[in-house]
């Protein structure tokens, strides 16, 4: 899987099953799914409703651990991590971006943006340095002292994706994030993600949306619980 430079995956999941019991039915949600992403992959993730994209993102984003199979991120095998360690390795790893942004309502942009810091046990000051500069980074540099309900959509997606970036994370996972956006503010966002990925960041993105897709250099479609299409796009 390793790329002629050797270059390691920052995601390398391997025959990946997840099968959910309820009562004495399962369902198999994923039924082994392969795959590698490279560090500066921008990647998004297709298929129809049940088809299995939730879960994987589950995956992804140590929010689960699959029933089988294994999923190294930034070489380290979290398939057999406690509830903990997934934990702390979701904050050091990765940077996550919501459909509808999860912020805290009546917190200012830059205390939104300094939380994953304040979880990671980064003192005030520096705290509130990175997240200003994030936030600058995102072209909300004059909002910082604004509560989400004083903010646009797409402006509060701004300040959830500065979030995201805030603690360096190796892979960033957006999960329908022009969801909420009407199409002017959704091209903005893309455009802003394009800008990031032009910069290094790795995305991957869970979207039904096959314009948003377009914006990704890759697509892997899922359907029943598996891959059935892993390309690159025009831009890839
Ligand atoms: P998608 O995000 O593509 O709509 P999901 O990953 O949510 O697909 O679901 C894949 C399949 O797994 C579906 O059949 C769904 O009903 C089932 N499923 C998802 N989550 C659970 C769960 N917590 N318990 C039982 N079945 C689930």
Do not use: W
Request: hydrophobic share 40%.
């Amino acid at each position: 899987m390793n790329s002629a430079n050797g270059a390691q995956p920052v995601i390398d999941m391997r025959d990946a099953t997840k099968t959910y019991e309820l009562g004495d039915v399962k369902v198999e949600a994923l039924r082994g799914v392969t795959f590698a992403i490279m560090p500066g992959e921008y990647v998004a993730i297709m298929g129809p409703s049940g088809s299995g994209k939730s879960t994987l993102m589950n995956l992804l984003g140590c929010l689960d651990r699959p029933t089988a199979g294994h999923y190294l991120l930034d070489g380290t095998d979290v398939s057999t991590l406690g509830d903990d360690a997934l934990a702390h390795i979701r904050l050091k790893k990765l940077g996550f971006v919501f459909q509808g942004f999860n912020l805290l309502a009546r917190t200012s942009a830059l205390k939104n943006v300094a939380l994953p810091l304040f979880y990671a046990g980064v003192g005030t000051r520096t705290r509130n340095d990175l997240a200003a500069r994030q936030l600058q980074e995102v072209g909300l540099g004059d909002r910082v002292d604004h509560k989400p309900s004083e903010l646009s959509g797409g402006q509060q997606q701004r300040v959830a994706i500065a979030r995201a970036l805030v603690n360096d994370p190796a892979v960033v996972l957006a999960d329908e994030p022009t969801g909420n956006l009407d199409s002017q503010t959704s091209e903005d966002i893309m455009g802003l993600f394009e800008t990031l990925n032009d910069g290094g960041r790795t995305i991957i993105m869970v979207t039904h949306d096959e314009d948003v897709a377009s914006h990704a250099k890759r697509i892997i479609r899922v359907r029943d619980g598996r891959i059935v299409d892993d390309q690159a796009t025009a831009r890839g």
